[in-house]
C-alpha cells in the first residue's frame, strides 16, 4: 500500500446520491493517494461506475463532498472545464469524435482547452499515439480503427491533457477478447509510471496485478477495500466471497 504521508489527491466524503428512488450510492467514504491505482470491483449496478463519474462530476451528488488536491470540486464554469483537463477519464464507448481525424481527436483538448500552439501539441500527439501503439493511424476517422485502437486513441487523448489522475470507466468491457490485452498494456504502463488511476472493471487479473488496492462495491456500498492478494485470497464479507466464487472459471 502507499505510505500515506500527503493529502490524498481525492477524497469521497459521506457521499450520497439517488436516481429517483434508487440509492445508488450509499456514505461513501474513499481516499485515493497520488500514484496509487484503485481498482473498483463488484456485481452490476453496485455504483462503480458512478462513483467514478461524480469525481469529475459527470454525475451530481446529493449530500457529502468531494475533494480534489484539497479543494471541493467546483460547481461549473471555467473551473470545472479546468478539473476535467486535470483528471482525465477514459469511457467503456470511446467517445471519440467520429468526424476528426485521430491526430485532430488527441491535440483538440490541448489547442481549444489548455491553448497549446498546434504545431506543438501535434508532436505531442504523434508521440503519444506512438507510445500506445497507434502512430500509424493518426490521418484516419474513428471508424477505420478497430476498438482496441480506438480505446487506446482515448487514452492517449487524455493524456494529451497531462492530467494529474485518470478515471477509466470499464475501458475494456465494449472490446472483443483479443483487443483486451493492448488496452490493459497501455494502462499497466501508466500504473508503472506513478499515474494516479481509479479503474471500474471487470478485468481480475489486472486488479490482481496492477492495483495497489482493491475496493468491492455491492448495492451502493464500499463493503470492503484491501490490498488485491489479501482481497482475493482472504475476502473478509459473505458478499465479496460469493463475489469471487460467481467469477471463478470466466
Known amino acids: 500500500m502507499p505510505i500515506q504521508t500527503a493529502e490524498p489527491i481525492i477524497q469521497m466524503r459521506h457521499v450520497d446520491k439517488h436516481y429517483g428512488q434508487l440509492h445508488v450510492l450509499q456514505d461513501i467514504n474513499l481516499e485515493v493517494q497520488k500514484g496509487e491505482v484503485v481498482v473498483l470491483i463488484g456485481p ?39 478539473l476535467r483537463a486535470e483528471i482525465g477519464m477514459v469511457f467503456q464507448s470511446f467517445n471519440l469524435f ?6 485532430d481527436n488527441v491535440t483538440m483538448g490541448p489547442v481549444e482547452v489548455l491553448h497549446r500552439n498546434r504545431k506543438e501539441a501535434e508532436a505531442e500527439a504523434m508521440e503519444l499515439l ?6 500509424a493511424q493518426a490521418h484516419k476517422v474513428p471508424a477505420q480503427l478497430s476498438g482496441g485502437q480506438q480505446q487506446r486513441v482515448a487514452i492517449a487523448r487524455s ?15 465494449a472490446l472483443d477478447p483479443e ?12 500504473a508503472q509510471e506513478g499515474m494516479t488511476m481509479v479503474v471500474v472493471t471487470h478485468e481480475m ?13 455491492a448495492d451502493g456500498q464500499i463493503v ?9 485470497d482472504h475476502p473478509q464479507s459473505a458478499r465479496a466471497k460469493d463475489f469471487l466464487d460467481s467469477i471463478k472459471g470466466h
Request: aromatic share 6%.
Open 179 to 190: 483487443m483486451i490485452n493492448e488496452v490493459l498494456d497501455v494502462m499497466v504502463e501508466l
Open 98 to 103: 467520429a468526424h476528426k481525424t485521430i491526430l
Open 224 to 232: 470492503e477495500q484491501n490490498t488485491p492478494d489479501e482481497f482475493f
Open 159 to 173: 493524456l494529451a491533457m497531462h492530467p494529474k489522475a485518470m478515471l477509466f470507466d470499464e475501458p475494456t468491457s
Open 205 to 217: 487479473n489486472f486488479a490482481r496485478r496492477v492495483s495497489n488496492r482493491v475496493v468491492f462495491m
Open 130 to 135: 506512438a507510445r500506445v501503439g497507434v502512430e
Open 44 to 82: 452490476s449496478g453496485s455504483g462503480k461506475s458512478t462513483l467514478c463519474r461524480t469525481i469529475n462530476r459527470l454525475e451530481t451528488i446529493d449530500s457529502g463532498e468531494i475533494l480534489f488536491e484539497g479543494k471541493p470540486l467546483p460547481q461549473e464554469g471555467k473551473e470545472l472545464a479546468a
